[in-house]
């Protein structure tokens, strides 16, 4: 099923371009989060946003920018990209226990 | 910072052989802990999780074991088949944030 849905899945840019992901969630949930997963590194919280009017940093948000244009929906920017956030990254929504993921953007920054 | 610690990095195991990862934790105020299991090229997905006013909680072939005051928990894979193999993390959750471990490799051999 796509209870969450990432949009692209696969995304090649260039240093310095604007990029947005963008997320889309059917579970009816509050809670949304931005994940970036690196190999050997886990995942890392970039925003989360527990309502449509509240948005948190993470642990790395530098570089990084969120939008909460529904409850339904939730997007990461990246103003300007850099080879280092070359990384798989996660949308994921909760219902205050468990983690629900959408299936990553896989993003390369030449 | 590392909050949640998690080993082995990866692990290889016979059919029919038992898996097991372990995590530790530092902050006694998380209160879920979940553990979810990813394939290549999908999102983590909420496998089990239990509260620390359990010590074992099972579902399947899968129990968790959680030792409050070792600060430890640790996931059980019984009777592992090949299918099994994927990458799990750990999680401690509190007020809706998680802290994942690393992840664990799991290669179950035919």
């Known amino acids: 099923d796509a209870d969450v849905t990432q949009t692209p899945r696969n995304r090649i840019t260039k240093t310095g371009k604007r990029i947005m992901l963008e997320c889309s969630q059917t579970k009816g949930h509050d809670r949304m989060y931005w994940y970036r997963q690196d190999p050997g590194l886990g995942l890392r919280l970039i925003y989360y946003s527990f309502d449509v009017k509240d948005i948190n940093k993470g642990e790395i948000s530098d570089g990084y920018s969120v939008s909460r244009q529904a409850q339904a929906k939730f997007s990461l920017s990246l103003e300007s990209a850099i080879p280092n956030q070359t990384a798989l990254y996660f949308c994921?929504?909760?219902?205050?226990?468990?983690?629900?993921f959408g299936p990553g953007t896989r993003l390369t920054v030449l | 910072q590392q909050q949640v610690k998690q080993s082995p990095q990866s692990l290889i195991v016979q059919k029919g052989g038992i898996s097991i990862i372990n995590c530790a934790y530092e902050n006694t105020a998380f209160d879920y802990f979940p553990w979810y299991q990813q394939f290549p090229g999908k999102g983590p997905a909420l496998l089990i999780a239990?509260?620390?006013?359990?010590s074992e909680k099972k579902e399947g072939r899968f129990t968790i074991s959680f030792n409050k005051s070792a600060k430890q928990f640790s996931l059980h894979i019984m009777d592992s088949q090949p299918g099994d193999s994927a990458t799990y993390f750990c999680?401690?959750?509190?007020?809706?944030?998680?802290?994942f471990g690393d992840g664990t490799t799991l290669t179950v051999k035919p």
């Open positions: 999680a401690a959750s509190n007020a809706g944030k998680s802290t």
């Open positions: 994921a929504t909760s219902d205050g226990l468990g983690h629900y």
């Open positions: 239990i509260r620390p006013d359990v």
